[in-house]
């Protein structure tokens, strides 16, 4: 087990109703204007938008809105925000979506303190020292934003989808009723559910050992996340399933399952010049690439695809035939994500073969000429990767 | 799944000569003056006495010291730490120890905030409105006090040993290093080990429904303790046991394996009336009432003592006689607390049965006539318990 830090400060608020007390939660925080910040209509048609409206004129707080973001949520609306915050004086940032509208606050909480351009830190040019407080009510379980460090930009204009991340950046509450995520159409419960077992993936394939406990954890959550979305695809209103991936998609991201661990996020490196070449959504990314980097990566550790293949996928011993008891798993998660409807090819996605060169352009500018530490890849390898997950069988 | 809401904002710093950085730690606390809280002359032996107050010196931190805190810390030394406190301006504590001395700690933080009498808290006549920060070093991985917000302390003079808990008393940071505990003696290794079983069995054994992704993160952890366990028997100086089992002690509980169902604390509740009684370790007296209150109330739910049985003990499935697999799960929970040299009857622990009604004497003052919620026990209840206990078999 190596060394860690662990600080995860968010007060999670969970379960039937609970965001009809955002207002009495954002009083505690004694602010003064609230940044009320969402993505498109959904919560308007849902009536979340009004529940929210409600709760802050009952409890008198004021505050402005930001609409608009969008999937992959982009520079332009940060800057935007950023320039309303300042105008309205605005000390809190209120986030009611999913993870794009979360890492959009997150992304304007950092700029608003900060005199340069708020895509300095996506550059990793500098740190955040200082950013607005922001509170979230949470709609799509998927990125688990809503507990972790972490936020995703994507710069419209040179198509750079990036990360960066700061614990000033976790939010000081967030709340989280299982019943809002009923109407979600099985496609972004599908992303989601993707995103956060490839949350998990990126801290359990790691070169990482002794670490049983977080193992067991982490195989523990992969297997009730897929138990779970077995129950929501016959039936969507199921109250306890929706449950079990809203707080598993939390716990995912929140770093508690990866303490003492590395953590290898080449595949969502991969996968981000996908989203930012096509704008694809980010959990259907993930079930294309997962697999083919597995797939590649098999015998990089193959006691630990064994041990994912037996643990998790419930896939029969035979310690005489590891390779293919390990391939096996694989064979398995692919099947999981086509059972819930997410494509694992390229073309599947709708991406192209023929785009392979531009993908591996952009993957050098963003993360150079090799990566990754379960194992390094060069970009010769990030070809075969993307190749592999074109070919349609 | 039950609402529920989950706090946990203690910054967990685990590892190897982690506690060296405990002044600069204390530093971005900007603390004035503080309160060096420790035990016995353990922390002096093995140096920890010295490495925390040469970071202190190195950073230029002022403070004063209270040592002498025993297991099952008395109310005495928690009015004579207020006291210091108050006439030192102490603006911060610093708990060098385990469980007893952590609880003090937070003790003394919450009475020097507050005008009446600290037992008031314990009471529950009063909740704690303002408290000290509190900060940790950890050296014996037992109660989990490091990231809980609860404390527990005796009152000498009437032999009643009470908890309560605020999440204002949770320590703001918590250093770990498991190369701490080598040294510590097998007993109060496994007592240790016992406490943190325990906390996990007051969550697991509950009516709570469809709570399966903590059902297998309470058996993960529970799995992973007794693996850790039986290497340290033979190999108490095994970095990556000792480790499993100083994080496991923590996420035990600082709630993160229970959220969303009920809590059982009878058999804490139980125990205590032992430990007040003989001066027992509370781990000990965990060993020696869990086995008995499962076997008494196994019949409340069979098929959750079954899964005990099954998914933490390995006892294979027998669904035509659950009864006896249920059984059989609890005859390998005492195997295991006898192999790492834990008592499992009164008499092991040098407790007479003889003092039942004295137990149950006190029992009625701090519980009342009747209690717990995984199923309700009245003092006939609870002599029964006691009872079953002392039976050697």
Chains 1, 2 share one sequence.
Not at 88 to 110: M, P, Y
Not at 278 to 293: I, W
Not at 341 to 351: C, F, H, I, N, R
Request: include cysteine; charged fraction near 25%.
């Amino acid at each position: 087990m190596d060394n860690f830090k662990f600080y995860s400060p968010t007060e999670f608020i969970f379960g039937k109703d609970v965001e009809q007390e955002v207002g009495k939660r954002l009083k505690q925080e004694n602010v003064t204007k609230v940044l009320f910040h969402y993505g498109g209509g959904s919560i308007k048609r849902n009536g979340l938008y009004d529940t929210v409206i409600k709760s802050l004129n009952e409890e008198n707080i004021d505050f402005v809105e930001l609409g608009g973001v969008k999937p992959n949520p982009i520079d332009g609306l940060v800057y935007d925000g950023i320039e309303l915050c300042r105008k309205e004086s605005v000390d809190f940032i209120l986030a009611v979506g999913g993870g794009s509208v979360i890492d959009s606050a997150k992304a304007i909480a950092a700029g608003v303190k900060y005199d340069g351009d708020f895509w300095d830190f996506f550059d990793h040019k500098t740190t955040v020292k200082e950013a607005l407080p922001v509170g979230v009510i949470l709609t799509i379980p998927a990125a688990g934003s809503e507990g972790s460090s972490a936020a995703v930009i994507t710069k419209e204009d040179e198509g750079l989808k990036r990360g960066m991340g700061s614990d000033l950046l976790r939010p000081v509450f967030s709340f989280s009723n299982p019943e809002l995520t009923y109407s979600l159409p099985m496609w972004h419960t599908a992303a989601g559910i993707v995103d956060m077992m490839a949350h998990i993936f990126e801290r359990y394939i790691t070169k990482s050992e002794n670490v049983v406990l977080t193992d067991r954890l982490l195989e523990s959550t992969l297997v009730s996340i897929m138990e779970a979305a077995r129950v929501i695809i016959t039936d969507p209103e199921n109250y306890e399933a929706r449950a079990t991936i809203c707080w598993a998609g939390t716990i995912a991201h929140n770093g508690i399952l990866g303490v003492g661990r590395e953590e290898e996020w080449t595949t969502h490196g991969l996968e981000h010049e996908l989203s930012a070449l096509y704008d694809m959504t980010h959990g259907a990314g993930l079930a294309v690439m997962f697999p083919a980097y597995m797939m590649y990566t098999l015998n990089e550790d193959i006691d630990r695809y064994y041990r994912l293949a037996t643990e998790v996928f419930g896939v029969p011993h035979d310690y005489e035939h590891k390779e293919r008891v390990a391939e096996e798993g694989i064979v398995r998660l692919v099947g999981f994500f086509n059972e819930i409807g997410m494509p694992t090819s390229l073309e599947e996605a709708d991406a192209k073969k023929e785009d392979i060169p531009k993908l591996i352009e952009k993957l050098k500018i963003n993360k150079g000429e090799s990566f990754g530490n379960f194992t390094t890849l060069t970009l010769d390898d990030a070809r075969a990767i993307y190749e592999l997950a074109s070919e349609e069988e």
